[in-house]
């Protein structure tokens, strides 16, 4: 039974078609790169999965159940998270709280396995987290005192406080700093296994998503242009007509 089954997914904005019948399938866990030119149709797509918009048509499966239409808070419970294309962090809060309201009323507790084993307290675990990130210094510092880099590595963290299964970050890499970007990527490769997430990322840094996935689906126009490995989509004369040359 494969992980997630998005099918023939169509989505029109007026004259634009966002969608044009984009579908794949994910066996399991894992980190797959969602990459294509703007206007691709990928935020719009991300934005279905997690049912903050409807589709005109087509089918979304998760473990075999059809979540299309569902609302975004029971996709969360169901273990949906996702970043927003800007970032969300809470500003005037410190990053610890920004991380301890993410994890309220989502999937807390349950959610915390392997962060720290076992979870003393959402504290501790936020805490931990920090600390994966190199963070922990800014526990009690507003996020808005952060770099922009930083504040996208507290939004992160805050998503994986629920213990995702389906985690869908929407250009995770843009504005960030060399530095932090090898973080992040350490974060992330160490979560996804961690977690068995799928992990699901945009991005337009082609060294950051090529190096972190090992999935790259390719989309365009709205519909699926290639879908393979880095190498392949590296070498596929479509791809690089339509978006890397
Ligand atoms: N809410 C909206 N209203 C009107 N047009 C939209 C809306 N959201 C997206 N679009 C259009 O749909 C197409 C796909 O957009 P989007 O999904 O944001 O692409 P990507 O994330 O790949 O850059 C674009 O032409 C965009 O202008
Ligand atoms: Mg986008």
């Excluded at 296994?193 to 060294?207: D, F, K, Q, S, T």
């Amino acid at each position: 039974m494969p992980l997630l089954e998005v099918a023939a997914l169509r989505k029109r904005f007026g004259g634009v078609v966002a969608l044009d019948g984009a579908g794949f399938t994910i066996d399991g866990p894992g980190i797959v790169g969602l990459i294509g030119p703007n206007g691709a149709g990928k935020t719009t797509l991300f934005d279905i999965v997690c049912g903050r918009q409807s589709a005109d048509s087509g089918t979304i499966r998760f473990e075999n159940r059809r979540i299309d239409g569902l609302p975004p808070h029971r996709l969360a419970r169901l273990g949906f998270a996702r970043s927003f294309q800007e970032c969300r962090t809470l500003n005037e809060e410190t990053c610890l709280d920004n991380l301890l309201f993410a994890a309220q009323d989502k999937r807390l507790g349950h959610g915390l396995r392997g962060i720290v084993a076992p979870p003393a307290q959402p504290r501790d675990a936020a805490r931990a987290l920090l600390a994966t990130a190199g963070l922990e210094r800014f526990a009690n510092t507003p996020a808005g005192d952060l770099s922009f880099g930083q504040r996208r590595l507290v939004e992160i963290l805050s998503t994986l406080m629920a213990a995702p299964r389906v985690l869908l970050l929407d250009e995770p890499a843009s504005g960030v700093n060399p530095t932090l970007l090898a973080t992040l990527a350490a974060v992330l490769r160490e979560a996804a296994p961690r977690l068995g997430l799928l992990l699901l990322v945009i991005e337009h840094n082609m060294a950051f998503v090529m190096g972190l996935a090992a999935r790259i689906v390719v989309m365009h126009q709205g519909a699926i242009l290639a879908d393979g490995t880095p190498a392949d989509i590296r070498a596929d004369r479509r791809v690089i007509d339509a978006y890397l040359g």
